[in-house]
């Protein structure tokens, strides 16, 4: 099993900056793909950033930018740097990674429960 746990989320004002941590645990083997996800009520979840193990990144239009996306592959850390944040982009933001276990022998995807980014106006 893997354990995804967010952190960095609150309150800021536009044009203001947060940085978002999730530290993945549990019995990994590996770890491929980690990402950010984000979701408003009524909404689908949206990919917002990705990161492959080998460092290759992907964003959504609407962020690209002003966000960037990083990882410590040591640490199984992922981080989400956000600048000049805008009032659209409040959401819950929820950790992804495609893990290996060592039980199951097989990549999955597994979630965080997700950090709160509030921007004001």
């Known amino acids: 099993q893997v354990q995804l746990v967010e952190s960095g989320g609150g309150l800021v004002q536009a044009w203001g900056s947060l940085r978002l941590s999730c530290a993945a645990s549990?019995?990994?083997?590996?770890?491929?793909?980690m990402g950010w996800y984000r979701q408003t009520p009524g909404r689908q979840r949206e990919l917002v950033a990705s990161?492959?193990?080998?460092?290759?990144?992907n964003y959504a239009d609407s962020v690209k930018d002003r966000f960037t996306i990083s990882r410590d592959n040591a640490k199984n850390t992922v981080y989400l740097q956000m600048n000049s944040l805008k009032p659209e982009d409040t959401a819950v933001y929820h950790c992804?990674?495609?893990?290996?276990?060592?039980?199951?022998?097989?990549?999955?995807?597994?979630w965080g429960q997700g950090t709160q980014v509030t921007v004001s106006s």
């Open positions: 992804n990674a495609n893990a290996m276990t060592f039980s199951r022998g097989i990549y999955a995807n597994y």
């Open positions: 549990g019995s990994i083997l590996s770890i491929n793909r």
């Open positions: 990161i492959t193990s080998g460092g290759n990144t």
